[in-house]
């Protein structure tokens, strides 16, 4: 699988979520076996460029290559910029986001919103391949609606301005995400282009991976709610495809020596102050529905300190650990703490 010049490792790529898919969340994921990783959004607007957020958001530093930076925005001058500022700070792929519903977005027009404007989502397509020298790619929904699926017809016209790849969210804008993702028009997408097609939406499992693969056709699959404190959910889609064996899931103490390292990974890169609040929904999502979890919640989220949030998880894992009766193999399959714990 190739992203213009740039050879991948797999095809099972991390989706892009802001306020999620962080470096340090990314990088991760990579190191347990994503083969590809686009960053959360980084605004086109000029006056937001100076942001913290937006200066952490473009910061690669040792990040594997090829850095991918997503971009949204509706206004095509703006957006070209935009890809030029990004790829001068070391972006090598940009890929265009027409796929998130977000409010925030949607309100002016950018994100989802602009499948239902084809004239402009292609204007920005084009402005933005003219402007940077590295491959654009784009990621969209089905359409805007139901009764509007445009996916097909905007990929093509996508195609022509010189799109490198075509991630398809399996819902509509309208959708949001509700129901459940369709894969019929990733399938028409696939067999209407000839670059590269990416298949997104509900995929939870190797054996969805495979099967949106086997239905769609397409070159590979994105992966986004189900990675979130599952990040070896990668390891676990990629060595199906690639073997038909199922992987076992990770031990008790490999999860907890890994959310303790994406804490400290997460701890450096935001600092202190940051860190520990926004580590709180990471680690939420590693522990939900583990057994003492619910209960130790709340304290867990007053705490202020990123010593004390480390003392806490291993005070949790050494319960955990007791908890486990002898003999009774480490991990079940289904790789969540909580549930191997329940087996
Ligand atoms: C918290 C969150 C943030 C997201 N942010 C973005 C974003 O910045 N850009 C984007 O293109 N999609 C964004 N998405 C959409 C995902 O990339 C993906 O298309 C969607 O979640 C469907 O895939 P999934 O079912 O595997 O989660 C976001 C989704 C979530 C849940």
Not at 84 to 102: S, Y
Not at 298 to 318: C, G, K, M, W, Y
Request: charged share 25%; net charge positive.
């Amino acid at each position: 699988m190739r992203i213009g010049p740039h050879l991948l490792r797999n095809n099972v790529f991390v989706a892009p979520m802001a306020g999620v898919t962080d470096r340090p969340f990314r990088q991760l994921c990579r190191a347990l076996g994503a083969g590809y990783a686009v960053s959360e959004m980084a605004a086109a607007n000029p006056r937001l460029r100076d942001s913290v957020k937006t200066t952490r958001r473009t910061d690669h530093a040792g990040e594997p290559e090829p850095r991918a930076v997503q971009i949204a925005g509706a206004d095509a001058a703006m957006m070209a910029e935009a890809a030029r500022f990004n790829v001068d700070r070391g972006a090598q792929v940009i890929d265009l986001n027409m796929g998130c519903p977000a409010r925030k977005v949607c309100n002016r027009f950018a994100g989802s919103a602009l499948m239902a404007d084809e004239t402009l989502a292609i204007g920005i397509v084009e402005a933005v391949v003219r402007a940077v020298a590295v491959p654009v790619t784009l990621k969209m929904r089905t359409g805007p609606s139901p009764d509007r699926r445009n996916a097909v017809r905007l990929a093509c016209l996508a195609e022509q301005a010189g799109v490198a790849m075509i991630t398809v969210h399996g819902r509509t804008r309208a959708d949001r995400y509700a129901g459940r993702a369709e894969y019929d028009t990733i399938a028409a997408v696939k067999a209407a282009v000839r670059v590269p097609v990416v298949a997104n939406g509900d995929i939870d499992s190797p054996a969805k991976a495979q099967a949106v693969l086997a239905r769609t056709g397409a070159d590979a699959v994105m992966i986004g709610r189900a990675a979130m404190g599952r990040p070896w959910i990668f390891r676990e889609v990629a060595h199906f495809l690639a073997t038909g064996e199922t992987l076992a899931a990770p031990s008790l103490a490999e999860i907890h020596a890994l959310l303790r390292a994406h804490l400290l990974d997460h701890y450096a890169f935001y600092g202190e102050h940051v860190g520990v609040r926004t580590a709180r929904k990471h680690v939420g999502w590693y522990l939900a529905g583990t057994p003492g979890w619910a209960a130790l919640r709340d304290e867990f989220n007053r705490i202020e300190s990123p010593e004390l949030q480390l003392a806490s998880i291993d005070r949790l894992h050494e319960a955990l650990a007791t908890l486990r009766h002898p003999g009774e193999p480490d991990a079940a399959n289904d790789g969540s703490f909580a549930r191997r714990q329940a087996a």
